[in-house]
Nanobody, 114 residues
Framework: QVQLVESGGGLVQAGGSLRLSCAASRSISSIGILGWYRQAPGKQRELVAVISSGGSTNYADSVKGRFTISRDNAKNTVLLQMNSLKPEDTAIYFC????????WGQGTQVTVSS
């Protein structure tokens, strides 16, 4: 099993930055795929970014060039650096780990004001 706890969300003005952090309850070096998803009000949950155990990354087109995902195996943490934030980035952001099955954190709210 894997427990995931997100932090770092908040309210920021458009053009600002936030860094989300996801702490895992076990070593993430054994977890192949880690990622961030988001869900805006009235919309389906969508992929934001994923990172493999080898460090390969993939991003949603809407965040390419603005967001960066990284993993710190020593701290069992996955980070999402979000720059040049837009009001349409407003959502609850969820950390995800695939370890036999999908595990989810409780989410952290990100609100970007115009």
């Amino acid at each position: 099993q894997v427990q995931l706890v997100e932090s770092g969300g908040g309210l920021v003005q458009a053009g600002g930055s936030l860094r989300l952090s996801c702490a895992a309850s076990r070593s993430i070096s054994s977890i192949g795929i880690l990622g961030w998803y988001r869900q805006a009000p009235g919309k389906q949950r969508e992929l934001v970014a994923v990172i493999s155990s080898g460090g390969s990354t993939n991003y949603a087109d809407s965040v390419k060039g603005r967001f960066t995902i990284s993993r710190d195996n020593a701290k069992n943490t996955v980070l999402l650096q979000m720059n040049s934030l837009k009001p349409e980035d407003t959502a609850i952001y969820f950390c995800n780990a695939f370890y036999g099955r999908h595990y989810w954190g409780q989410g952290t709210q990100v609100t970007v004001s115009s």
